[in-house]
T-cell receptor
Framework: GDSVTQMEGPVTLSEEAFLTINCTYT??????LFWYVQYPGEGLQLLLK?????DKGSNKGFEATYRKETTSFHLEKGSVQVSDSAVYFC?????????FGDGTTLTVKP | EAGVAQSPRYKIIEKRQSVAFWCNPI?????LYWYQQILGQGPKLLIQ????????DSQLPKDRFSAERLKGVDSTLKIQPAKLEDSAVYLC?????????????FGSGTRLTVV
């Protein structure tokens, strides 16, 4: 079946540091790829998406590029803020079904 | 646009009791999902509805869990009887027909603690 593997956390960074959270996937069909963010006590919010190979999704300074050859969708941000502290989930959608990774907790310190 | 509404936000029950959660999706979203999110894990699909029909309930523990979406709008998820391992956040999500392109909109979830 489909699966999503994220780098294990937690990840702790200082403000203005560069962020990378790795995500790789296996899927039948041609999936769409997503990053969701979950703040404490809240549901998941869609952060960005990409629907075909080489597409780059971006939002709020975060970016991720759909790499079909490496089956990856790594999340990056050039300069993190304290307000970016949250849990980040990589997900795919294929043939009407979605699969989520187990999340990576990011803590940004001032 | 109003988001996905869920209630209650928190619930504490004893094992073997029953509990019900309610979800009202975004207006016009045909597809509704219930997910279980255990602490430290990603959401796991319990059941998916398309309008008022079940599309996928293969991961729903049907001996104790049930769900309905009678009029194709709001939905109720029930657990009876609850077990300790049911302690989790229950998330409701909805999507338009083209969920593969636009992703899901999630509610804030119901945190269930079974003691």
């Amino acid at each position: 079946g489909d699966s999503v593997t994220q780098m294990e956390g937690p990840v702790t960074l200082s403000e203005e540091a560069f962020l990378t959270i790795n995500c790789t996937y296996t899927a039948t069909g041609y999936p769409s790829l997503f990053w969701y963010v979950q703040y404490p006590g809240e549901g998941l919010q869609l952060l960005l998406k990409a629907t075909k190979a080489d597409d780059k999704g971006s939002n709020k300074g975060f970016e991720a590029t759909y790499r079909k050859e490496t089956t990856s969708f790594h999340l990056e941000k050039g300069s993190v803020q304290v307000s970016d502290s949250a849990v980040y989930f990589c997900a795919l959608s294929s043939l009407g079904k979605s699969t989520f990774g187990d999340g990576t907790t990011l803590t940004v310190k001032p | 646009e109003a988001g996905v509404a869920q209630s209650p936000r928190y619930k504490i029950i004893e094992k073997r009791q029953s509990v019900a959660f309610w979800c009202n999706p975004i207006s016009g979203h045909a597809t509704l999902y219930w997910y279980q999110q255990i602490l430290g894990q990603g959401p796991k699909l319990l059941i998916q509805f398309q309008n008022n029909g079940v599309v996928d309930d293969s991961q729903l523990p049907k001996d104790r869990f049930s769900a309905e979406r009678l009029k194709g709008v709001d939905s109720t998820l029930k657990i009876q009887p609850a077990k300790l391992e049911d302690s989790a956040v229950y998330l409701c999500a909805s999507s338009s027909v083209r969920e593969g392109l636009y992703g899901y909109t999630f509610g804030s979830g119901t945190r269930l603690t079974v003691v």
